[in-house]
């Protein structure tokens, strides 16, 4: 079983940043893949950005290309998402989830395995 549990939330100004924390237990944390989703309000949750288990591989969204960095720290069981140049576009609930590797596509939700409570993310204009 693994819990993840997000922080770093909160108010922002457009054009802020916030910085994402998800803290995973679990000894097996490095094996594997990390991704962050959002949810907006009357919208279906969707991927923001994804790493792969050693780090070397990091996968995003369009929207969010350039402007967050996805980045884990395995020995500390932490992945982080910094967000910058934040829009009122960027509002919504991010969710961490995780799974083993597999063959399937890192957007996917409903191939992860484990997910966390969320957290809110506001931007106002």
């Known amino acids: 079983q693994v819990q993840l549990v997000e922080s770093g939330g909160g108010l922002v100004q457009t054009g802020g940043s916030l910085r994402l924390s998800c803290a995973a237990s679990?000894?097996?944390?490095?094996?594997?893949?990390m991704s962050w989703f959002r949810q907006a309000p009357g919208k279906e949750r969707g991927f923001v950005a994804g790493i792969t288990s050693g780090g070397g591989i990091s996968n995003y969204a369009d929207a969010v290309k350039g402007r967050f960095t996805i980045s884990r720290d395995n020995a500390k069981n932490t992945v982080y998402l910094q967000m910058n140049s934040l829009t009122p576009e960027d509002t919504a609930v991010y969710y961490c989830?995780?799974?083993?590797?597999?063959?399937?596509?890192?957007?996917?939700?409903?191939?992860?395995?484990?997910w966390g409570q969320g957290t809110q993310v506001t931007v106002s204009s």
């Open positions: 989830a995780s799974r083993s590797p597999r063959a399937a596509a890192v957007d996917a939700a409903n191939t992860y395995d484990y």
């Open positions: 679990g000894r097996t944390f490095r094996n594997f893949r």
